[in-house]
């Protein structure tokens, strides 16, 4: 914090004025107020000294006091607005007269930084000066400006008969009441370090904060740094940086947050009152203003939480798009403000989460983060990540609860509704996960087979899967590499021959091939091994190694069938055999002998062993008897055979096992994969007791519809499935409503 004032500042020439007609030692005297109105009538010039640009007037002058031009330039307020530039807002009034070694300005600026708009010009005097000897010094016209650093009071601009100060200095009494403007009252800022801190700042603004800065040709590289302790995030701001800055905040919030507690009127300067825009505020406004602004950049970091969270509250009320933060970064652009933003974005990133109209102020503090501080952790909403990754909120809170997303809660007052924000580098990390995973509908798609197939390369052991088990209840999860590994070594040494378009390769799909080969028993793992192992000749449509673009030769898939085909007269079969003689699969066939319903026998023949399929079960070849494949033939069938038989379709058959309306030899599973075995006596004589609805229409001679009726009429009692499809009639029943109609009939 600065203490001591500048000496320059405090040492600032105090001469009498010695009337209007020595020009050349008023000009002598550095920082008097220039007078507008002599310039004008003695020397015919346009303008008032304090706004003289033109290279004509300061030759003018030059010719009169024989004053070199640049020095000119340093008794004017050119050279005091010119520090408080902007360095872009300085680069464009450069050059505009060549010749002359310093910068002009445009009135705009001037104004700016002086008197305010609509010439709305007041003076501003310290009582005590002028009681010495008439002293108007010319920086007390500039709107930072506010106390007099020699008497440590606020400057006047305002008379005791309430008026803004008006009056003529050769007079020197108010233009409205006639109060010797010598006699007013400066309230003391003595005992306030902080005013006279912010004295210390603007002098070092000015220009007086170097002690080579002497009159005339002024120092143009830039004000001093604000004092700030080491490590303060905003060490490197200059005190000319500060002063544009507290213009904005002060117009911003005036305009947008007039009751921001921050800028509340403050005891100490009595004549403050919230300022609505620097240019229509009194002395004692202002300068309180600027305490606040001061105040706000020392009590780092609990002041800017303060005045950034009431300002968020504020905005979450407004539905302004045009909202605080991007505001400020509109009206204070450019590198000379970066220790803005990165403040900003530190204090939202302590309150991520918890700021109201969170999703507003990460996206600024995106901004903020990619611009100035990419090593501030980046966040994402939770909706965003699910849009990112293409999961579901239920899937996202998932992985967040197992730990894969880091996440930051938050939540705004009692009522808010709570807010969840993802770390992106998490988000990341699971997106790249995801990307080398594939679930179950996924990995289906990429193999391009069906449901069924890719559970049986699962449990057949070919396909790598998280979900080793079946009965426990796990995701499906297929590790990208892992089954492109798998591809290659099961397919990969294939030959590639790409497909004419002329001739055909005569060649069938996987699908093909496999409608093929199930009846023999041989499914999705074993044809893979088959193509493999070459026992099935296949070939590769292109070099990407892809289910879909296998190709069997058609002449081997009949061969191996043929192979396979049951011997006339043998005594025994391999399993491939009996899987074509029953037409059910190699599993089917392990089912029914873990059941007893079919046991193999436990010799392998090392003769056909040798030869034998490559789609055998691991343990070795099984063989079954002849006669005992005969015998289960005769005595059982599968769902689709008993289905025929009752004229029903398969899955109302398991319906009626379910319902136990049926019984079946054998049951396995616990749902869709359920393997039934009908008892062929018992399905029969079923089939002789119940008719189904169009067969008893048939009988009694009448439309389907009718049986409905009477069905719902008590005239005839359904048995089995309740609904209208399912219903099955005892044939009996059927027959002796029959004789009742056709007795009415007659
Ligand atoms: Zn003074
Ligand atoms: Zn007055």
């Known amino acids: 914090m600065p203490t001591a004032l500048p000496e320059t500042a405090a040492a600032l020439p105090s001469v009498p004025r010695e009337g209007l007609d020595g020009l050349m030692t008023r000009l002598d005297r550095i920082n008097h107020y220039e007078e507008k109105e002599w310039l004008k009538r003695d020397f015919g010039m346009a303008r008032p000294l304090l706004y003289v640009r033109s290279r004509a007037d300061y030759a003018l002058l030059s010719a009169l006091t024989e004053l070199d031009p640049a020095e000119i330039w340093g008794r004017t307020l050119h050279r005091y607005t010119y520090r408080l530039l902007a360095p872009n807002e300085a680069a464009t009034q450069e050059g505009e007269d060549d010749d002359m070694p310093f910068p002009f300005l445009d009135d705009r600026w001037l104004t700016l930084y002086t008197m305010g708009q609509n010439q709305q010009c007041h003076r501003k005097i310290c009582p005590d000066h002028w009681r010495a000897d008439h002293t108007l010094i010319l920086p007390w016209a500039l709107r930072y400006v506010t106390a007099c650093p020699t008497h440590k009071a606020l400057l006047v601009d305002r008379c005791v008969c309430g008026e803004t100060l008006r009056f003529d200095p050769r007079i020197g009494t108010c233009d409205t009441c006639g109060v010797d403007v010598g006699t007013l009252e400066a309230p003391s800022i003595a005992d306030d370090p902080d005013s006279l801190a912010l004295v210390s700042l603007v002098w070092a603004a000015l220009g007086h904060g170097d002690a080579d800065d002497g009159p005339g040709v002024p120092d143009l590289a830039g004000g001093d740094l604000l004092a700030l302790p080491d490590g303060h995030p905003l060490e490197g701001v200059t005190t000319a940086a500060f002063f544009r800055f507290a213009t904005v905040l002060v117009n911003l919030l005036g305009a947008r947050d007039r009751r921001n507690p921050f800028f509340a009127p403050t005891t100490e300067v009595a004549d403050a009152r919230p300022i609505r825009a620097f240019h229509q505020a009194n002395n004692a406004s202002v300068h309180a203003a600027l305490l606040c602004v001061w105040r706000l950049i020392a009590g780092w970091p609990a002041t800017w939480e303060t005045l950034l969270l009431h300002v968020a509250a504020v905005e979450q009320r407004r539905t302004d798009p045009d909202y605080f933060p991007y505001a400020l970064l509109e009206l204070l652009p450019g590198p000379d403000f970066a ?3 990165r403040a900003v974005g530190l204090v939202t990133y302590a309150h991520l989460g918890r700021a109201p109209g969170v999703f507003r102020w990460l996206k600024f503090y995106h901004h903020v983060r990619r611009t100035l501080a990419p090593t501030l952790p980046r966040f994402r909403t939770l909706d965003q990540v699910g849009r990112v990754l293409g999961v579901s909120r239920a899937m996202l809170d998932r992985h967040v609860a197992a730990g894969e997303l880091a996440v930051r809660r938050g939540r705004w007052g009692a009522t808010a509704r709570p807010v969840t924000l993802v770390d992106e580098e998490s988000m990341e990390r699971l997106t790249r996960l995801r990307a080398a995973q594939m679930n179950f509908t996924e990995a289906a798609a ?42 290659a070594e099961m397919i990969g040494h294939l030959p590639v021959r790409a497909q004419s378009k002329r001739m055909a390769m005569p060649g069938l799909t996987l699908t093909d091939t496999l409608a093929s080969l199930r009846a023999a028993g041989v499914g999705i793992p074993a044809v893979l091994r088959l193509a493999h192992s070459g026992e099935v000749a296949a070939h590769r449509l292109q070099d990407s190694i892809q289910l879909s673009g296998l190709r069997f030769d058609a002449a081997s898939v009949e061969a191996f069938l043929a192979r396979h085909a049951p011997k006339e007269g043998a005594t025994r079969y391999t399993s491939t055999e009996v899987c074509r003689l029953l037409r059910c699969t190699q599993v089917t066939l392990r089912l029914w002998a873990e059941a007893g319903l079919l046991a193999p026998l436990n010799t392998p023949d090392p003769a056909t062993h040798r030869a034998g399929a490559s789609d055998a079960p691991a343990a070795g070849t099984a063989y079954y008897d002849a006669t005992d494949i005969d015998l289960f033939k005769e005595r059982y069938m599968g769902a689709e055979e008993a289905a025929e038989i009752l004229g029903c379709h398969p899955t109302t058959l398991h319906a009626w096992v379910h319902a136990g309306k049926l019984d079946a030899a054998l049951v396995r599973g616990g749902g869709k994969g359920d393997v039934f075995l009908f008892d062929r006596e018992r399905l029969i004589a079923l089939a002789a007791e119940r008719v189904t609805g169009a067969e008893a229409a048939r009988l009694l001679g009448v439309d389907v519809k009718t049986i409905g009726n009477w069905v719902a009429r008590g005239f005839i009692v359904p048995i089995g499935d309740p609904t209208a499809k399912g219903r099955r009639y005892l044939r009996d029943d059927v027959l002796r409503l029959a004789n009742r109609v056709r007795r009415h009939a007659c």
């Open 446 to 487: 990429y193999l391009g087979v069906g449901r069924v197939a890719l559970v049986e390369l699962v449990k057949d052991g070919i396909l790598p899967c998280s979900r080793r088990d079946a009965t426990v209840k796990t995701p499906w999860l297929f590790e990208k590499g892992a089954v492109d590994d798998t591809l």
């Open 339 to 341: 220790w803005l933003w």
